[in-house]
């Protein structure tokens, strides 16, 4: 997380490292976990905004 426009946003990022196994199940790894981690990371940034949200709306700063 790095803070932006004089600390009223941020910019995150999440990342991922993973090294498919040269077998037939990495190939599927390599197929499908794309998807699934880009899922994963929209609800984790979605869930991270509706805290944000919910402590502006109460007045709290972090």
Known sequence: MTPAMNGEQAHVQIAA?????????????????????????????????KVVAKARHSGARS
């Open 17 to 49: 490292h993973w090294e498919p196994a040269p077998t037939l199940w990495g190939k599927l790894q390599q197929a499908f976990y794309p998807n699934v981690l880009k899922n994963v990371f929209t609800q984790e940034l979605n869930a991270l905004a």
